[in-house]
């Protein structure tokens, strides 16, 4: 009797009110839809990717109230009331941010596809632990896969972020 | 994915023989199998095979073909279908051996298992212990069937 | 894409486990939904409705008469940075903080991961080992599950269909825990779990028990290995390591697949199981 329930009513909508990048948006969403398709497909936001598809590679990875989440494996109705952050609203009017900085100062990317979620998990582990030492970003990093650079930048210019990030005055 | 059971029948090879080609009692020791069907007697048949591990659920319309028969003794078939609810396909090559004189029967199966498709995403390790499983089942229940029906 | 579904949003685990009895196999318990929604975005399963339990408030953490209790919707994340978890239970704090990654750990629940039994997982091998019990509930009644026994096959628990599983319940000891794991793949291949005791100054074991996961279908206690070490003066335990190891990998029912083959998977959990009675034994 529910199946044919289902059938005849009307799609169901969820009424979504979140932050994105600091600015408040009103959206209706239905439960099936993902965050990473309303993101990209409806929000135009195209820095997130779709890479594995399978929480693995990091590369769809976006701060819901600061923390990492796979937004490939995340339902667009999770983020009621919270605040999104994207690769696009990481720079301050026009301002890069020091992880951003780092990553061009010292090659952190090469062919940019996990750069934007590589960011992003980067600025969630400072945020949380301003002066992680290298094996504290490894774990935190490990669910980030970057199939050009070897890592080695990547932790370099996340290490210098954190250096230029920790003097009295920078924001958390 | 290889399967090679062997089962002591206390029944002699006429009895047993017979048992295999009475279509709904040999393919009702086959757990999960229902709607037995003959398309052509000795030739065709159809049946359809539902399969469960945990939450996945797999339900297999199967056709299978009688590729050899040798009376008494020998039996090769081969038996395929697909799943388009999940995206996966089963193949199945058998062969089945009848060996033992008076009320002894040693029946031999050799089976070449293939899942192909979505379903495979599982893992072969499971796959197979599921598999492994349900021709355990069915051994034994045919045993039991031809062993009790005395 | 997901297929369309349904959500629905009960607010106490009485109204839950009446959805779930209403909607029965058309209808499924949504948490994190770290491994729901990848079977249906693989398209190997499908639900009308997703029952949201979010709301319930499972996700306490609480101290309780010598009893540990979780709640089954405490994330990983919560787990991994609990003070009260890193002072009673350390071990299970260093698992949880290596389960996955990050996102995983952020989204996914301890109850979600328990239910799901996917045979490649943590915290059910370590669970068994530190004797915990299961909470689950249906309606107004509930009922405790051990841990060992709650493991049935892979993808398969010994919950019924409309029940939720509320909270683990670890018992607090004065014992050496320790978990460690082994793998390449996005998933641990091996995992081998040991709680002892040590009395006099460490010279013999005292009570001990060991799961082994990963390697087969379910996690498992392996009895019988314990029986080579329980009691046993230190010298004669470290003797009989190489044989518990023989025992507890072969009673694992450890299947070849891309993780590895059975040989192998059996020898490693040799090796894990002589490692982590060291660790445990260390910290009595």
Redo the contacts between chains.
């Keep these: 009797m529910s199946k044919a329930m289902a059938r005849h009513s009307d799609a169901q909508t969820i009424p979504l009110s979140f932050t994105l990048n600091g600015r408040l948006q009103e959206i209706e969403v239905e439960p099936h839809e993902l965050l990473l398709d309303l993101v990209r497909e409806r929000l135009g936001l195209t820095g997130v990717k779709r890479s594995c598809d399978v929480e693995v590679c990091g590369a769809c990875t976006l701060l819901v109230d600061g923390r990492p989440v796979s937004a490939c494996t995340t339902l667009a109705l999770e983020v009621r009331g919270r605040s999104v952050l994207t690769i696009e609203g990481l720079a301050e009017d026009g301002k890069l941010h020091p992880l951003q900085e780092a990553f061009i100062a010292h090659g952190g990317f090469q062919c940019g596809f996990c750069t934007p979620g590589m960011i992003l998990a980067a600025k969630a582990l400072l945020d949380e632990n301003p002066n992680p030492t290298e094996e504290e970003l490894k774990h935190f990093m490990h669910g980030n896969i970057c199939r050009c650079t070897g890592y080695k930048k990547i932790i370099e210019s996340i290490m210098a972020a954190a250096k230029k990030m920790r003097p009295a005055g920078s924001k958390s | 994915m290889q399967f090679q059971k062997d089962i002591e029948i206390l029944a002699p090879r006429e009895k047993v023989w017979k048992f295999i080609w009475d279509v709904d009692q040999f393919i009702s020791c086959m757990p999960g199998c229902k709607e037995a069907k003959t398309v052509e007697e000795g030739k065709r048949y159809t049946a359809t095979m539902v399969e469960k ?5 797999v339900e297999f319309p199967t056709t299978i073909e009688i590729l050899e028969k040798e009376e008494l003794t020998h039996i090769k078939a081969q038996a395929s279908g697909a799943d388009n609810k ?2 996966s396909r089963m193949k199945i090559e058998l062969d089945v051996s009848l060996k033992g004189e008076g009320d002894k029967t040693t029946l031999s199966f050799v089976a070449g298992v293939d899942i192909l498709g ?2 495979a ?6 796959i ?2 599921k598999a492994d499983q349900v021709l355990d089942e069915f051994t034994q229940a045919v045993k039991q069937r031809l062993e009790g029906d005395a | 894409m997901l297929r369309r579904f349904r959500l629905e949003e009960p607010e106490s685990v009485k109204e839950a486990s009446e959805v779930l009895g209403r909607f029965g196999e058309s209808a ?1 318990i949504y948490a994190g939904g770290t491994e729901l929604l990848l ?1 249906m975005k ?4 499908h639900y009308e409705h997703l029952v949201n339990i979010k709301k319930v408030g499972l996700n306490q953490i609480k101290r309780d008469n010598g009893v540990i209790k979780i709640g089954a919707l405490c994330t990983h994340h919560q787990l991994e940075s609990s003070p009260e978890l890193q002072k009673s239970l350390p071990a299970f704090v260093q698992m949880e903080h290596n389960v996955a990654n990050v996102r995983v750990r952020q989204a996914g629940t301890i109850g979600g991961n328990l239910c799901f ?1 996917e ?1 490649h997982a943590d915290p059910g091998t370590l669970l068994i080992a530190l004797g915990a019990k299961l909470v689950a509930a249906k309606g107004s009644s509930q009922r405790e599950i051990t841990a060992e026994d709650f493991f049935v ?4 628990t010994s919950l019924e269909p409309d029940e939720l599983l509320t909270d683990i319940q670890v018992p607090e000891a004065n014992r050496g825990v320790a978990y460690l794991k082994f793998g390449y793949l996005e998933r641990p291949s091996v995992g081998v779990a040991v709680a002892l005791g040590a009395g006099d100054g460490k010279q013999y074991i005292g009570d001990i028990k060991i799961a082994v996961g990963c390697a087969g ?1 379910a996690p498992k206690r392996m009895a019988d290995a314990e029986a080579l070490l329980r009691g046993k003066s230190r010298e004669e335990a470290t003797r009989n390591l190489p044989k518990a190891g023989e025992i507890a990998g072969r009673a694992a029912q450890a ?4 993780h590895g083959s059975q040989e192998y998977k059996e020898h490693i959990v040799g090796v894990l199981l002589k490692r982590a009675f060291h660790s445990a034994l260390s910290q009595c």
Excluded: Q, W
């Design positions: 591990v945990g939450p996945f659920k999940i995206g979505k379903l995403a599982l893992g072969h390790g499971i197979k212990r | 499924k079977t693989e398209g190997l399963v039994a045979p096959d892979a993808y398969e279908p299947l070849s697949d891309l």
